[in-house]
């Protein structure tokens, strides 16, 4: 970390998390989260634009400090990063306006296709969908560099479904005017979503996890998960999702 600066990476095409506004700035909740985690620890903020399957790669090679860009929990991934969970979400689908699809669960994808952002947590259930439940008639996961190119594979009409994020995907949906509509009732799969830290980057987690403290003290983190309809995720949620 270098002096007096926090370096963030994030992958700025993830709205409403991360993305940028149109003064071309870092925006959305972990933009927020992490510009008052920095001053909450007297530091200045820098974000670096990274595409999401090269962030744990660049904090374990010190291209910047800590990831803040809606990463899950998972017990694979504790294994490369260390986490300090802030947030818990979850995953929808969503289908063409129109169209003869109203998937509920992953499980009636089986023998359609979807799009996704590489890298992402629930591909690995889906994966174990194809050597169970769908074997025979596998679900086709195509995976791409961000969520609006995944996105635009299911206007294209290059997929059967999108499945994101839920707040992504009500986002999506609300900039183009409802041509996409989610068409599960509840949350598929809730996660924990954590800042990601180098393994054994104990001074870094000391100073993140005091500025945690702090705005929790002082009411800003309680107003950004009520800005951002998402929920704080409590001590047993997290350590079930690391596997513990």
């Not at 990831?67 to 017990?75: E, H, N, Q, R």
Request: net charge negative; hydrophobic share 40%; with cysteine.
């Amino acid at each position: 970390m270098e002096a007096g600066q926090l370096l963030v990476g994030s992958d700025l095409t993830y709205p409403p998390y991360d993305y940028l506004d149109d003064a071309n700035q870092p925006a959305g909740f972990d933009a927020e989260l992490a510009t008052a985690l920095a001053k909450a620890a007297n530091l200045q903020v820098k974000f670096v634009d990274t595409r999401f399957e090269n962030l744990i790669i660049g904090v374990s090679s010190d291209q910047f400090d800590v990831i803040a860009s809606t990463l899950y929990v998972k017990p694979e991934r504790a294994k490369r990063v260390d986490f300090l969970p802030y947030m818990k979400s979850g995953i929808s689908i969503a289908v063409l306006q129109g169209s003869e699809f109203a998937f509920r669960t992953l499980e009636e994808l089986c023998g359609h296709s979807f799009a996704s952002v590489k890298g992402s947590a629930w591909l690995q259930r889906v994966e174990e969908l194809n050597q169970t439940t769908c074997a025979g008639d596998e679900i086709d996961a195509r995976e791409f560099p961000t969520a609006p190119e995944a996105t635009q594979a299911l206007l294209s009409g290059g997929v059967d479904a999108q499945v994101e994020d839920s707040a992504v995907l009500g986002e999506a949906a609300r900039k183009l005017n409802g041509r996409i509509v989610m068409t599960n009732e509840d949350q598929l799969y809730p996660v924990i979503v954590a800042l990601g830290l180098k393994k054994g980057n104990t001074e870094l987690a000391e100073i993140l996890e005091n500025a945690m403290s702090v705005i929790k003290a002082n009411g800003e983190y309680r107003a950004l998960l009520t800005k951002y309809n998402v929920a704080a995720p409590t001590d047993g949620e997290f350590r079930a999702a690391v596997g513990q």
